[in-house]
């Protein structure tokens, strides 16, 4: 496994109307909504549309995030064909990181607009690192969130530790950015959860000092049993 | 003792305030420079002291933060001997850049006695005044009982984000 793959993790863009929060008081008008409202109905073919990219790599990007629909889960997930609408849009800007929009939040954008970005997924890109990002993006396109923000997740952290190390070189993420997307906590009553899975491919890369308990957290570069188990049922 | 604080692991836990010392090597720490955590220091507590060990390769820096997200405070560590301190207040600031070293070179808080003075207040309480203590290692190690490990190296790099 390469060092690099711990890296490839993402920021989700929180659209308007979702519910992702840096703290519980956050909830209060969005009490029956959460994430439920974020799933594309059952049987839905998404499709989705490529910016600027050679054909083989949009292939390997729709056989890799493919991966999610394990027996039982009643979606597809195809290239768009010219002229068809396209629910997801990604693009691979390199500049622009890894991210995407959570579930039917990506029909927020502009349809001209990419709803998801693989800046660091190429043809050349080693297998489990490309893995580990493409299916982690599309399981946020399929309305997951990080498992990190669990509400079972309890994750004991060292803040001064991982503000100081987001808050410089290569993020230079702000306070904001960092609240939403490390510490936001989810309250169980507004998310659909499964049990906390440490191995999800949905979890941050969590370095022992950046807890105070010495937990950490390796992400699977594939779907864990648990995320597994998670799709099935969001969309069995 | 002064109940009004405790260890929680290795921070200490004082109402709505979280502190932990973090340690960095000694020679990649840089007065004006990024901040990295190469780890939590340990902690012990001797009465109203709080004890943390210090190598002659490390440095430590403090890091605290309100506990819930929101809750206002600060922290001010003193130099006892020339009353010189430092000051941060939370949420806003979160970080002393450096308390001590195993030799004397330039740093924010010049430290001439290895005790020095903190006071953490949570807004609108009375302040919490203990002593933190910073020892050489071994003597660390035989008044907690717990062994101290070496810095090994840099922590890896962090990661890439979006």
Known sequence: ?236 | MDARWRLDGDALDCAGLRVALQRIGLAQWRAQGPLRSWGLASLHRDGDTLCVPCGDDEALWLGAWPVPAGGRGSVALREPQTTAGVQIELPREQAITALAAGRPIARPLHVLRRELLLDLVESGFEPVKLVLALLAPAGWSALSGRAWQPLSGPPPRPPRLG
């Open chain 1, 1 to 236: 496994m390469s060092t690099e793959r711990r890296s490839w993790i993402c920021t989700t863009i929180d659209a308007r109307g979702g519910v992702q929060a840096s703290s519980a008081a956050a909830f209060g008008a969005l009490e029956g909504m959460a994430e439920r409202g974020k799933l594309w109905k059952n049987g839905t073919t998404l499709r989705v549309r490529f910016r600027l990219s050679e054909k083989a790599l949009q292939e390997r990007v729709i056989e890799t995030a493919r991966a999610w629909l394990v027996p039982g889960v009643k979606l597809d997930i195809v290239a768009a064909k010219p002229g068809e609408k396209a629910q997801i849009r990604v693009a691979f800007d390199a500049n622009e990181g890894s991210w995407s929009a959570v579930g039917t939040d990506s029909l927020l954008y502009p349809p001209a607009q990419p709803s998801m970005n693989l800046g660091w997924a190429r043809l050349d890109t080693p297998e489990q690192d490309f893995s580990s990002v493409v299916i982690h993006e599309f399981g946020h396109a399929l309305g997951l969130l990080h498992e990190h923000n669990h509400p079972l997740a309890r994750i004991r952290w060292n803040k001064a530790a991982v503000d100081a190390d987001l808050s410089g070189d290569p993020n230079f993420w702000d306070q904001d950015t960092i609240d939403s997307n490390v510490y936001a906590a989810y309250e169980k009553s507004q998310v659909i959860t499964t049990d906390f899975d440490a191995a999800s491919v949905m979890i941050y890369t969590i370095p022992a000092h950046w807890t105070l308990g010495d937990q950490a957290f390796m992400p699977s570069w594939k779907l864990s049993e648990g995320d597994r188990k998670t799709i099935a049922m969001l969309y069995g």
